[in-house]
């Protein structure tokens, strides 16, 4: 970030590590000259920036908004600097992706091979993440572009283009439901439910939804992995829940694919995210019509 104020770098990096400490460290800056640059720009600023707690340093919320503008303006600098050494936009560039791990199976490969084949020049790196974590990426600038799952709003986020994704069951093609236009909930209780942790979209819609049912559910196999799930439901171990990239992708495996009925498990939607207010590079930018177009052909509706 030789553009940025050496105040602000030393800001983004304490931002970063929560530490005055480990900021030197990673800088090879004295920790004395880091506090007292954070200290001068506090006093600039008016207000402070970060909340000091046992653990570390947190920032606060005027800190937020400077490290947001900060963020920005380092993916800026980038852009100018390749500028400036004449680095054509398409060419020798690199575009950062987050993504849940559903879309980085196929459709994300497969989306940016047909890429390079007309800007062989672009590379790629993708990190397959959460999706919170994934939008979080994007909101500290690690990322360029996220490709992610989402329940609702997210603040410092741009939403490039979103879709909703209905939630299926899973199943043997020979289960007692297979055969069934749709399934409720309750109707899952008495079979074995494979399904995934916590922190994905599909198991918190799960569980809200169950809540307001009044259900209790006690999953005979939890997983981080979505092709366990998918193996043992088509071991004939149960039921699992799936995305429309899953239906998609397994085809007539012998397995069924089963609607379920609640207007709840329809209120996620697949995401592509960039940074709010960022202006893209161009190759970013590309890539990211291209997506929107793959997704009319790949990803059904």
């Known amino acids: 970030m030789p553009l940025l104020p050496t105040s602000l770098r030393y800001f983004l990096e304490v931002a970063r590590t929560g530490s005055i400490s480990e900021a030197s460290e990673r800088l090879h800056v004295a920790t004395s000259a880091i506090s007292r640059q954070i200290a001068k720009l506090e006093q600039d600023v008016g207000a402070p920036?970060?909340?000091?707690?046992?653990?570390?340093?947190?920032?606060?919320?005027a800190g937020e908004i400077l490290a947001a503008y900060v963020r920005r303006s380092a993916l800026e600098a980038d852009q100018v600097l390749?500028?400036?050494h004449g680095i054509e936009a398409l060419h020798r560039s690199t575009v950062k992706l987050a993504s849940c791990e559903g879309f980085a199976r196929d459709f994300l490969p497969a989306a940016i091979t047909a890429f390079r084949e007309e800007y062989p020049g672009v590379r790629f790196r993708m990190n397959v993440t959460g999706p919170a974590a994934a939008t979080r990426q994007v909101i500290d600038g690690t990322a360029d572009l996220a490709v992610t799952y989402s329940l609702g709003p997210e603040g410092g986020i741009k939403v490039e283009y979103s879709q909703q994704q209905p939630i299926y069951a899973l199943m043997p093609d020979d289960h007692p439901l297979a055969h069934r236009e749709h399934v409720e909930l309750a109707d899952l209780l008495e079979y074995p439910l494979a399904l995934m942790d916590e922190g994905t979209t599909i198991r918190q819609l799960f569980d809200v939804c169950v809540a307001l049912e009044g259900l209790n559910f006690e999953p005979a196999l939890v997983s981080n992995y979505?092709?366990?799930l998918q193996s043992f439901a088509q071991l004939r171990g149960g039921v699992t829940l799936v995305g429309p990239l899953t239906v998609r992708r397994l085809g007539a495996d012998h397995l069924a694919i089963v609607p379920?009925?609640?207007?709840?498990?329809?209120?996620?939607?697949?995401q592509i995210q960039s940074m709010a207010r960022r202006a893209l590079p161009a190759a970013v930018r590309a890539f990211l019509a291209h997506l929107i177009e793959q997704i009319g052909d790949d990803l059904p509706r």
């Open 49 to 61: 920036l970060f909340e000091r707690r046992p653990r570390g340093m947190v920032l606060s919320e």
């Open 82 to 84: 390749a500028d400036v």
């Open 226 to 228: 979505s092709g366990a």
């Open 260 to 270: 379920i009925r609640n207007p709840e498990l329809s209120r996620r939607s697949m």
